[in-house]
């Protein structure tokens, strides 16, 4: 029993089918691109040229001791917090920073922006029938604004606080204006909204004062009603009378009871000194009672009377006897007039105890009145502490309403933006990129054409190889073979199955290890026979000759058409790839010396008047920038005048050397402009000393000298010993400019090189 399965026709993708036939239609492909290039070449000539300029604003909190309130913090708040930046930017496009920019540079009129010069669009009508742009014409704001957004670019400069603002117009100035206006503007606004602020402050603060003037009165007059009502006034000292009073009466009580006190203590002393028998003359009281002076006095003499006898008379005299007697009597008298004065301090000390007692009757009354006084004072206090926080809120509001009514100006306020760069017009256009867009319609041209033959072959089959098994063949187990193996041709013999299994056939049959058929292959060739061989690719020598043919031979001319037409074989005949150009510096050579650092002064200047150097140093500027070198690039020929200081201020000593060194347009190196003057002033050194220190500081520093005429600066440049390279342009003579850099050398400066934009056609 035996069955048969169907063959496997497999295929395989011919390589070299494929690329032959793209090399077959390769002229075709060729001519669409060429077509397409010119087609793209012609359009974009046809668009107009946009110029892009931008300014750039740092966003940081500002705030100034001189300005802010004594006791007031400066803002916290940093560029970096977030949101912030991001909130500034949706501000500056915002329709009334738009409106306001319009309004300034009467931008309703420009026809840029107003429609007037838009004309017939297929975009636009393409656009329109879509559904992206409305039908109905817009008001003529609604059409500046909406052309003054779609060419406005914000961003945020990478890790910064940095805002940038580009705009694209078609006029360069008008670019940079806008972009100076819109920054100014948001300026402005901010300001503006930093004084309404102040504004509103201050308008809240007024009715605050106004309302709390009123309650102030009215608490201070209840303060002074409630004093009347209740007797709670106030003396001396800040202290009410009644404490006065009591003070007073206490002081009273007190002195009037040291009186008596002392009043007695007299008394009661004389009483004693009398009882004791001894003399009471030495007591003060005593002694200024004029009875007792005189009886005193008497006293003395009649002793002295007595003295003077005694030493004459005995005791028992009856003279002596007498004045004794007298003595006696005195001091008798002496005694009574003691008990006299003790008796009028008794009654002395009776009087300050009888008015104590007055005294401290009418303290006690006093105190009763105090006792309600401190009552009625609690509540006195509540009324003054209420009336003192109100007087001093309004106090409060009264010194901030006038810092605020003094920060209302414009010119008072520091909004938290502020302009770090200023837009100055473009000297390259923006848009369209000529060359980009080139290379990119000649490569999709180019890929889509390839894919598109690539495709046709593979889906006619041309390009398909057909792999063809032949039938496997399943028996069983049986006693003879179905077959005769002599009966086979040589070309049919069985072979052994290779190891690995083959990538194409049945999984479920590759693990059987059955024969396999090998069939001829003329068959197959013959299927091939009617496919052409591809051609040879050209060799390198031929493709070296004919794009020398190529930059050799300008096009559109028919000399050199018929020239290249009768041209041998390139393969034979090989053409010099310089030629007599081979005086010209290659472009390539100078990138390569600056990159590698074996020029690090670079002095250009030009041979005629197109100034051709201007352009080879922004592609030399270019190539080291994308190097990672840093570069400055210092303008001492054009005469181009810019807004901002430059050489010529420099010269003169208008400008220091910090405020003519500038950033790009894009930041991305340092530059020195022309200025505002008409020449430089050749009697200075100060520009060789910016050139030198810029050299200092800069990897490469490229100088733009001028023509090289009895005007140029490139005499004085060349004196710090750098590389010159005098520049012609794209129609200028080789010859004529090999004879000016002859002359360069025969005045006397050093190696001056010759450099072309493009190579020229020899003589």
Not at 197 to 207: I, K, P
Request: hydrophobic share 45%; charged share 25%.
């Amino acid at each position: 029993m035996s069955y048969e399965l169907p063959a496997s026709e497999d295929a395989k993708i011919d390589v070299a089918a494929l690329l032959a036939a793209i090399i077959r239609r390769l002229p075709r492909i060729l001519l669409v691109t060429l077509a397409l290039l010119v087609a793209g070449f012609v359009v974009l000539m046809f668009q107009p040229r946009l110029y892009e300029s931008g300014a750039a604003i740092l966003v940081e909190s500002r705030a100034s001791a001189y300005l802010r309130p004594a006791n007031d913090q400066p803002p916290s708040y940093n560029g970096n917090t977030p949101g912030v930046v991001s909130s500034q930017i949706e501000l500056l496009k915002s329709r009334d920073t738009l409106l306001n920019v319009i309004d300034q540079l009467d931008l309703r009129s420009v026809p840029e922006f107003n429609g007037g010069a838009a004309g017939f669009s297929p975009l636009g009508m393409i656009t329109q029938l879509i559904g992206r742009r409305a039908a109905t014409p817009n008001s003529v704001d609604e059409t500046v604004i909406t052309s003054l957004h779609d060419r406005l670019t914000v961003v945020q400069e990478k890790d910064s606080a940095i805002i940038s603002v580009l705009v694209r117009s078609t006029d360069p100035q008008l670019a940079a204006d806008i972009a100076n206006a819109l920054a100014n503007a948001h300026v402005a606004r901010r300001a503006n909204l930093s004084i309404s602020d102040t504004a509103e402050a201050s308008g809240w603060l007024l009715d605050e004062i106004n309302r709390l003037r009123v309650s102030v009165e009215q608490a201070e007059s209840a303060v002074a009603d409630f004093k009347v009502a209740n007797d709670l006034f106030i003396g001396q000292n800040n202290t009410s009378l009644l404490d006065q009073q009591l003070s007073t009466i206490a002081a009273q009580v007190a002195t009037a009871q040291e009186r008596k006190n002392a009043a007695l203590s007299r008394a009661s002393l004389i009483r004693g000194l009398i009882d004791r028998g001894q003399p009471i003359e030495a007591v003060t009281d005593v002694r200024n009672s004029l009875a007792i002076q005189q009886l005193s006095q008497e006293k003395a003499r009649l002793q002295g009377e007595m003295a003077q006898r005694s030493a004459t008379l005995l005791a028992s005299h009856p003279a002596i006897r007498a004045l004794n007697a007298q003595i006696s009597e005195l001091d008798n008298q002496i005694r009574q007039e003691g008990r006299r004065v003790a008796s009028a301090l008794e009654a002395e000390a009776q009087i300050e105890a009888d008015l104590e007692a007055s005294l401290q009757a009418e303290l006690d009354r006093a105190k009763v009145s105090a006792s309600t006084a401190t009552r009625d004072n609690v509540t006195l206090d509540g009324l003054q502490r209420e009336a003192k926080a109100q007087r001093d809120l309004l106090e409060a509001y009264l010194l901030r309403y006038n810092e605020a009514s003094s920060r209302v100006d414009a010119t008072s306020a520091l909004p938290d933006v502020r302009v770090v760069s200023v837009a100055a017009p473009s000297v390259t256009p923006a848009s369209p990129k000529t060359s980009l867009v080139m290379v990119a319609i000649g490569i999709m041209s180019v890929a889509v054409q390839v894919g598109i033959v690539a495709f046709g072959e593979l889906m006619s089959g041309r390009a398909l190889v057909p792999i063809m098994r032949a039938p496997i063949v399943r028996q069983d187990e049986l006693e003879t073979a179905p077959f005769d193996e002599a009966e086979l041709q040589p070309d049919q013999r069985w072979q052994e199955p290779d190891t690995a299994p083959d990538a194409f056939a049945d999984p479920a049959l590759a693990s059987a290890e059955e024969p396999v058929l090998v069939l001829p292959e003329e068959p197959l060739q013959a299927e091939r026979a009617d496919i052409a061989p591809a051609e040879p690719p050209p060799s390198a020598e031929a493709a070296n000759a004919f794009i020398h043919t190529l930059m050799v031979a300008p096009a559109g001319s028919g000399e050199n058409d018929s020239e290249m037409a009768e041209t041998p074989d390139v393969a034979d005949e090989p053409i010099s790839p310089r030629g007599p150009l081979a005086r010209l510096l290659p472009y390539t050579d100078l990138v390569s010396d600056l990159v590698l650092g074996r020029t690090h002064l670079l002095l250009l200047a030009d041979h005629g008047d197109n100034q051709p150097s201007r352009q080879m140093a922004e592609e030399l500027v270019a190539d080291a920038l994308s190097k990672g070198l840093s570069v400055a690039l210092i303008d001492a020929g054009s005469g181009l005048r810019t807004g901002n200081p430059g050489i010529t201020e420099l010269s003169t000593g208008e400008a220091g050397f910090g405020d003519v060194v500038q950033k790009s347009a894009d930041n991305s190196f340092a530059e020195v402009t022309w200025g505002q003057g008409d020449s430089i002033a050749r009697n200075s050194n100060r520009p060789q000393i910016l050139t030198e220190a810029l050299s200092d500081i800069y990897e490469v520093v490229v100088v733009m000298t001028g023509r090289a005429d009895r005007k140029s600066m490139l005499g004085a440049f060349s004196e710090l010993g750098g590389r010159i390279v005098l520049v012609t342009g794209e129609k200028d003579d080789v010859e004529s400019a090999e004879a000016t850099r002859r002359r360069l050398e025969e005045a006397g400066l050093p190696r001056v090189e010759l450099a072309a934009l493009a190579e020229p056609v020899a003589a």
